[in-house]
C-alpha cells in the first residue's frame, strides 16, 4: 500500500462512543483510486483491522469499487464521505457515513453496468498484527473477538436486491454483491455495516 504524501489531504470518517470505543475508516490514494482501512478505536489506540483490496486501472471488474474522487460532508450523524469512480463500462458510487447508534459505519455501494460482472464485491483483507477467526451468529453477524471488543460485520438487506454473500475469514471478508433479474444495463445496491458492541 502507498504511504501519503505529508501534505495530503486527510480523509476519513469516524464513529467513537462515550467511552471512547468505535471505529475509524481512513481513505487513502493508491495510485488511481481510493482504498481504506478500518481501525478499532480504544481510547488513545487506533488498532487497524481490515485494508480494501484494491485493483488495478487495467480491470473491468476490481476486487473492490474504483473510487477516483471523494468528497467529505458535515451531516447531523457527523462527517460522511460520498465516493464516485469507474472501470471497464461500469460506474460505482458509495456512500460511508457513521451509524445512528455511536461505534458503527454504515457503507452504501451501488454499481450502473451494462453487462455481465466478472465479480461485483467488496473485499478486505485482515490488518491485524495476529489473525483472529470470525464467529458467525446465528442469523446475525460475523463477529470478532479484538482486545476485549466484539467488532461486527453484517449486510443489511433489501426489497429490490437480493442479499448479498458475506463470506469470512481470519484473512478477512468479502461483500458479494449478487444481480436481480432486472435487464442491463442497470444499477445495483448493496449495504453493509461494521460496527463495535
Known sequence: MSEPSPNAEAFFVESIREDGVGLFVNFVKQKDRFGH?????????CIPLFVSIEGNDEEP???????????????????IALLVGMAGDSHWSAAVEPMEEPGGIHFSVACRMKDYPMRICSHYGCAMEEMIDPKLE???????????????????????????????SASGFEVNASLDGEPFPKTIQWLYKIWVR
Open 61 to 79: 471488474w476490481p476486487e473492490s469499487p474504483p473510487f477516483q474522487e471523494i468528497h467529505l460532508e458535515e451531516r447531523k450523524v457527523g462527517t
Open 138 to 168: 446465528r442469523d446475525g453477524p460475523w463477529v470478532w473477538n479484538i482486545n476485549g471488543s466484539e467488532v461486527c460485520v453484517d449486510v443489511i438487506a433489501q426489497e429490490q436486491f437480493p442479499t448479498p454473500e458475506v463470506p469470512a
Open 37 to 45: 482501512i478500518i481501525a478499532l478505536v480504544q481510547g488513545e489506540e
